[in-house]
């Protein structure tokens, strides 16, 4: 794929965002992306199949930008309990800005594909960051900064907590005061200064 095609995907793939945004997913169709595009039903086409593809490649895209900035942080030498609070303060942003993000069209998605097997999009974003709060966990503790007997027990309950501040976000709304006593307490639980 050449440049200017690769830069064309790009700006579907952002407009498209902007589009499971305002409008969830289940009330996307390709013509809605069409139109914000500006382009023609074909020009969309050359690049995806379906507003299923388009919202996949939104949501690996996202993840690959994640995993930049958390590469980015490690290689230059950033300690596990910083790279830890800037995912947390990343989540909390998203939390508190809940008009602009993608949480009602992945679980609109999730629930128009009930799929319970490893290949679930949901789940496989779930466990991934299990992973990589996992490996900080695991880093934390080598370095004396966390303390932690569980490092996947605790990666899974901080994306529990995550994903249910999410739903809450979206249905009965949640404060600033909400997300950060509950970020607290999650950084309480493993911190080293909690086992002294």
Known sequence: MGEKSVQKKKYILDTARKVFVEKGYKSVT?????????????GL?????????????????????T???????IEKG????????????????????????????????????????????????????????EKLIEAGIATGEFYCEDPKGAAANIMYVLEGLKINAQTF?????????????ICLLYTSDAAD
């Open 67 to 73: 995993d930049d900035v958390f590469t980015e942080r």
């Open 30 to 42: 390709m013509k809605d992306i069409v139109e914000a595009c500006e382009i023609s039903r074909g």
């Open 45 to 65: 086409y050359l690049y995806f199949e379906s507003t299923d593809q388009i919202l996949l490649e939104v949501l690996k895209l996202e993840a690959d930008e």
């Open 78 to 133: 950033d300690t596990a309990a910083d790279i830890l609070t800037l995912f947390l303060k990343e989540q909390k942003k998203e939390l508190l800005q809940n008009k602009d993000n993608l949480t009602v069209a992945i679980y609109e998605y999730f629930f128009a594909h009930k799929s319970t097997d490893k290949n679930n999009m949901l789940r496989r974003q779930f466990d991934a960051g299990v992973k990589v709060i």
């Open 173 to 185: 709304g949640i404060s600033e005061k909400m997300v950060d006593e509950q970020l607290l307490y």
